[in-house]
């Protein structure tokens, strides 16, 4: 018993991590329709940005913010090459931020390294002891985080004019830009606020995973695999999905075959896709959040 | 029954490949190219596969570096005769195209995207835990080639049956584009509607496309294992794949020849590269970029004024 | 004209023509500087061109300077495979040090026997030389001699109960093999036998698996680079009790820089040159041990590590034979190579055969140590 809920929560602190990936795929979709690919690589720049300046002896804190800044700058810059791109079908958008995805990995290997890098954990070496099993600290900032990034989008989006009309833009955007709301402007944050999300997940699972170029690949198409499981179309979907796809995981690795770990994801990803395309959530909220 | 044409466009390439052989000067260049050769043969089934029947694949790879391994296996392990398992692998690979065509196409853009891409992943995993057949991560050996008891081993015989074969895949598809069924794969491609509306079973010959391509990708997948005397995961990866699909946009998706230049710059590029080894994934990213905003029909595109009668499928 | 793009692009390819004059002796290297192995790699990278410098400083070989020619994997066997051949045909090398690890060197080893010309490689698995193969050397301890060393020290210390936790890259597989059948001779019994991709970064479902496994005794960690430095982490993070093991694949203080405290405790097998200073005078190869140390910290600044030895080893058998042969001729450096004796090798004391491509002498060539206090200790 106690193995199975080492299992869970080991499974819990990665799917959230998923989850923040997810979540970003499903915003930067619901507002543009764009599939950013790039989503992973975003995590890994929170990550190896955050590495490289705690080495250059920034506090803690500011080594954050500045992390979170460059990546958030980042997503801004793949918008502007989206919005510059003279043919926006799908295809070419696809390839776009697959495109962009690579550029960003030949800019991490040239600026930093190949190397993998580790951080100190931010909340020390320390663990909680729940029923046997063990519950590091930093998995437990990253489950706290992660819960509160959440209630911060949905209130962002619920509460606040400017998450509402994102909503609206998502929903027709001619009426939006009827009702002045400049479109531009509401992508271009988008991209900001995913990319870092996802940099917040980077950094927060450096200390435990390490990080090194190449991590972005994996965590990119697992986020988004969680993002489809819940359905493109809800933001929160993907938090459903990435704790889905966490928890599958482990408990393949830990009862079945540690080899086929990574593949969880995407079988349960195609299944979806063939069963139930539009995701967990399809049939219950019929408009996005 | 209508004649099967020669176009001029397949003369020129033709003659071009004849010449090449004069500037190989050592048998490092003539790998470069004879891998070109067999990238254009994938690519040019990927093409039809996107420009022509509009559907997105990022698992071609996968499906050429599966199709290897299963040629690469069945002499390896179970000691089949290299034609033996080549045919093998064409034949299993057709019929698993064809069943994973049918859910996976009804989806659309982007999910359709995904589907394949899960897939190509999964082949990617299965291939590198299945070590006991594969080699795992650090792949296997693949013996050499011997057709009808002539053993393959010099560099230009490689070539000869690398440039013969892409000729004749290109000729075997631009008869196809012209012919009635060509026609209709055109009108799926414009709209889906209308020619299921005039009774075109659209699933059917969807699948036929994906099929096809899958089948190509199997055969210059296995050739190439056994060219290459080696083969890893690596060429079943989604990097492997996404090269492939920037190789049909960079030279111009739905040009038969476009997707021959693409694969030859992009085989080459890595090679003209190595004096800068560290910025080569940079420089990569970087003009994937730059084609997709700026030349988002490709390199072709830019030659479109010298109009030498391509096939194109018109957009 | 569209195929006028073509040509350019072909052209391109051709344009890197290479003009060699012929007046040096090229001598190709294939490491893993950069990636997963790069702690392998990149101390052998350096070793490599500082002594080909310093063997051109001293005038060379029969009177020709030598050309290193070397390339860089990022430990995957594929490029292994396409930088063998350009190594071969391309730039025309008489000989090929190298890969850094066991799954490249078996990518390319058909390839030197082809092209006929020597390779010494500095990589553990014991498949690279059993069965022998004409023209393919190594100079490193195999992972069968790890594991008979390590099966030893638990018979010793009455650990009967080892669970198993290896990479699959090339020597954790291989390692992990000879492991099983050697451990019935000490009488050693096999409890668990988990595995992890050479790119995981995260090994907590596995060895929660050997956690929870009845009665383990100790746990061996077949593997090199940064898989073992993860594990180590993650065994310390679980708080797991039991003695740890680690092959010569660690054997480099970057190792115990990643894992961090978690390597406190660790006990490896190691090529003996890491602790030369602390080695016996009598030890057969304590001089030439200590002066490779001495120099490598010198002129790199970092600290020394087994695999910048394997590297020294192996340019210095080359460079040997190839003096000895008086020619260039791959075939004469091969038969050169195999007639390798007492060399006194960082490594240990070499002396090759028809029948043994390797020669290392396990006494001289293997210790067993203790990490502690993020340093080595030679365990007596």
């Not at chain 1, 550029?103 to 320390?126: C, M, N, Q, W, Y």
């Not at chain 1, 599958?248 to 063939?274: P, Q, R, T």
């Not at chain 2, 595109?301 to 030498?308: K, P, Q, T």
């Not at chain 3, 014991?126 to 004409?134: E, H, L, S």
Request: proline fraction near 3%; charged fraction near 15%; charge should be neutral.
């Amino acid at each position: 018993m106690t193995e199975l809920f080492a299992f869970l929560l080991s499974g819990i602190t990665v799917g959230f991590v998923y989850a923040l990936v997810g979540m970003g795929f499903t915003v930067i979709y619901n507002s543009s329709g764009i599939i950013n690919f790039a989503q992973g690589e975003f995590v890994m720049a929170g990550g190896m940005s955050m590495v490289f300046i705690l080495a250059a002896g920034v506090p803690l804190v500011p080594a954050f913010a500045l992390a979170i800044l460059l990546t958030a700058l980042l997503g801004i810059l793949l918008w502007k090459l989206t919005d510059l791109s003279k043919d926006s079908s799908q295809v070419s958008l696809i390839i776009l931020t697959l495109g962009f995805a690579i550029f960003l990995r030949g800019l991490a290997e040239v600026v930093f390294d190949k190397e993998l890098h580790t951080i100190p954990s931010f909340v020390g070496d320390g663990s909680l002891e729940l029923y046997g099993a063990i519950l590091s600290y930093q998995s437990l900032l990253i489950i706290a985080v992660s819960i509160l990034i959440v209630i911060v989008l949905w209130l962002f989006f619920k509460k606040t004019t400017l998450g509402k009309a994102m909503i609206a833009a998502s929903d027709n955007v001619e009426a939006a830009k009827l009702m002045g709301i400049n479109i531009k402007r509401i992508l271009m944050l988008n991209f900001a606020i995913s990319a870092s999300i996802a940099a917040i997940g980077g950094v927060l699972l450096t200390p435990i995973t390490s990080t090194n170029y190449e991590v972005g690949i994996m965590l990119g198409l697992k986020g988004f695999a969680a993002a489809i499981i819940g359905g493109l179309s809800n933001p929160f979907g993907a938090v459903l999905g990435g704790l889905i796809l966490g928890i599958m995981e482990v408990l393949v690795a830990g009862y079945l075959s540690s080899e086929y770990k990574d593949a969880v994801a995407f079988v349960i990803m195609l299944a979806i896709l063939f069963f139930r395309p539009g995701g967990i959530f399809s049939n219950l909220k019929a408009q996005r959040v | 029954m209508k004649t099967l044409k020669l176009s001029r466009s397949l003369i020129i390439l033709a003659v071009i490949l004849i010449l090449i052989p004069f500037f190989m000067s050592n048998d490092f260049y003539y790998e470069i190219v004879i891998v070109a050769l067999f990238n254009s043969m994938i690519v040019i089934g990927l093409n039809l596969l996107m420009g022509y029947a509009g559907q997105i694949s990022l698992a071609h790879g996968a499906f050429a570096g599966l199709g290897g391994y299963i040629s690469a296996v069945l002499v390896g392990h179970f000691g089949l005769p290299p034609l033996v398992s080549i045919g093998s692998a064409l034949v299993f690979m057709a019929l698993f195209a064809y069943i994973i065509s049918k859910p996976i196409l009804k989806l659309s853009g982007h999910y359709l995207a995904m589907a394949t891409l899960g897939i190509g992943v999964i082949i990617t995993i299965i291939l590198n835990s299945e070590e006991e057949l594969t080699g795992g991560a650090d792949g296997m050996s693949v013996e050499s080639l011997t057709l009808f008891g002539f053993e393959l081993s010099e560099s230009w015989q490689w070539y000869l049956l690398a440039a013969l074969l892409l000729l004749f895949i290109l000729w075997l598809i631009e008869n196809l584009i012209d012919s009635p069924l060509g026609r209709i794969l055109r009108s799926i491609h414009d709209s889906e509607k209308a020619s299921s509306s005039v009774g075109v079973d659209v699933s059917h010959y969807k699948s036929i496309v994906f099929v096809i391509s899958v089948v190509i990708a199997t055969l210059a997948g296995s050739l190439y294992a056994f060219f290459s005397g080696f083969i890893s995961p690596q060429e079943a990866s989604f990097n492997h794949s996404i090269e492939l699909v920037v190789m049909v946009v960079l030279g111009g998706m739905g040009r038969l020849y476009g997707a021959v230049v693409g694969a030859f710059i992009l085989t080459a590029l890595p090679q003209l590269l190595t004096s800068f080894e560290e910025y080569q994934t940079l420089i990569y990213g970087s003009i994937i970029i730059l084609v997709m905003i700026f030349m988002p029909k490709g390199v072709i595109s830019l030659f479109d004024r010298f109009d030498m009668g391509s096939h194109h499928a018109k957009s | 004209m569209k195929k006028l793009l073509q040509i350019i692009a072909v052209g391109f390819a051709l344009f890197s023509t290479t003009l060699t004059a012929g007046d040096t002796i090229k001598i190709g290297a294939i490491v893993a500087a950069t990636g997963p192995a790069s702690f392998l790699g990149d101390p052998e990278l350096k070793t490599l061109k500082h002594y080909t410098e310093k063997i051109n400083a001293a005038g060379g070989i029969n009177g020709k300077k030598l050309e290193l020619v070397a390339y860089d994997t990022g430990a995957n066997p594929k490029k292994a495979v396409t930088f063998t051949k350009r190594l071969l045909h391309k730039d025309g090398v008489v000989a090929i040090i190298g890969p850094s690890t066991s799954g490249e060197t078996m990518a390319i080893i058909p390839m030197m026997e082809k092209a006929e010309v020597p390779l010494v490689s500095m990589a553990g698995a014991v498949a690279i030389i059993n069965p022998v193969k004409k023209y393919i050397f190594k100079i490193v301890a195999t992972d069968r001699m790890a594991c008979q060393r390590i099966m030893q020290d638990l018979k010793d210390r009455k650990l009967t109960n080892l669970a198993l936790i290896s990479g699959s890259g090339g020597f954790g597989k291989s390692m992990r093999k000879q492991c099983k059948e050697v451990a019935p001779e000490y009488g050693i019994k096999i409890v668990a036998d988990e595995t992890y991709g050479k790119k995981d970064t995260d090994m907590t479902a596995q060895l929660l698996k050997i956690k929870n496994t009845a009665d383990v005794q100790a746990v061996l960690n077949p593997g090199f680079g940064q898989g073992p430095a993860i594990v180590t982490k993650n065994f310390a993070q679980l708080k797991l009790t039991q003695p740890l093991y680690q092959s010569h694949g660690v054997a480099s203080k970057k190792y115990i820089e990643i894992a961090g405290a978690a390597a406190e405790g660790v006990r490896l097998v190691s090529p003996p040159v890491v602790v030369a200073d602390k080695l016996d005078d009598s030890h057969p190869i304590k001089k030439t041990a200590l002066a490779y140390k001495n120099e490598y910290e010198k002129s790199t600044g970092s600290q020394v590590s087994s695999f910048g030895g394997h590297a020294y080893d192996a340019l210095y058998v080359i460079t040997n034979a190839i003096k000895a042969a008086g020619s260039e001729d791959p075939k004469k450096i091969r038969d050169e190579i195999e007639k390798t004796k007492n060399f006194a090798g960082v490594d240990g004391m070499v002396t090759m055969g028809a029948e043994d491509h390797l020669g290392l002498d396990t006494k001289s060539g293997m210790v067993l140590l203790d990490i502690k206090g993020g340093d080595w200790t030679i365990v007596k």
